[in-house]
């Protein structure tokens, strides 16, 4: 009687452990899911307050600059960005065409020296990525940058910091634009090459899915363009309107 006894009561002890897995496993796939549809339900419901952020800006020929890549974590209008931390968030992100932004490697400290890296998603959301008084700088006006500068053989060097680029590859800054080698957030999810490249995207399409961006590299003193798709994570610099 006594081993018959036992035995039900390690079977109701088991069923409850697998009650409590599902109930778990559950509870974390609704939170998950909640994340993702909080950004769609953000664009319907009223913001609390607008963003306002101070920006320290440096003029370069009659254009004015952000000195610093963008920052935030709010749209313009009040609402959150989805932080998408880890590679199936970052990838559920991008494939659901939401907004999203990280720190390079999810290390806050990255976002002192860099900045946060965005999807192109969150570039081109109607509710606004630059601050207010700004706007993402479009490949034209890079262009404008760039010449102003002497072209995109020599440019990059007086664009880039004059420290925090690997080996040799600091910049003279004589521009005063301050740019740093934040890296990217490749697919996948991967990240890449912070210290060694900076890559920023402009407000300019270049066929579906697909936007232009400016970047440099420390082994370089150019300036170069490219275009990639709107999942990959990037740096944004912003130019006064």
């Avoid at 880039?160 to 990217?184: E, H, L, R, V």
């Avoid at 300019?204 to 899915?209: A, D, K, N, R």
Wanted: glycine fraction near 10%; aromatic fraction near 12%; charged fraction near 20%.
């Amino acid at each position: 009687m006594i081993t018959i006894f036992k035995m039900k009561i390690n079977k109701a002890f088991n069923l409850i452990l697998l009650v409590t897995s599902i109930i778990l496993a559950s509870c974390e796939n609704t939170n998950r899911d909640e994340a993702f549809k909080s950004i769609e339900d953000a664009k319907t419901n009223a913001p609390v307050e607008a963003v306002k952020v101070n920006i320290e800006t440096v003029k370069i020929g009659d254009q004015v600059w952000a000195k610093e890549n963008l920052n935030v974590d709010h749209f313009r209008n009040g609402d959150e960005i989805l932080q998408a931390q880890t590679e199936e968030e970052w990838n559920r992100a991008g494939e659901m065409g939401r907004a999203a932004w990280c720190y390079f490697d999810n290390d806050s400290l990255n976002g002192k020296k860099y900045g946060k890296l965005y999807n192109y998603y969150a570039v081109t959301d109607e509710r606004g990525l630059a601050p207010a008084g700004t706007h993402i700088a479009t490949d034209e006006e890079w262009t404008k940058l760039s010449n102003f500068l002497g072209g995109d053989d020599i440019a990059g060097i007086k664009l880039k910091a004059n420290k925090g680029w690997a080996g040799k590859g600091n910049g003279d800054n004589s521009s005063g634009f301050s740019a740093m080698p934040g890296g990217y957030r490749y697919f996948g999810g991967i990240f890449f090459n912070a210290g060694q490249d900076g890559s920023w995207w402009t407000a300019t399409q270049s066929g579906e899915g697909y936007a232009l961006l400016r970047y440099l590299y420390s082994a370089n003193s150019n300036i170069f363009s490219n275009k990639l798709n709107f999942k990959l994570g990037l740096s944004v610099r912003c130019v006064l309107n």
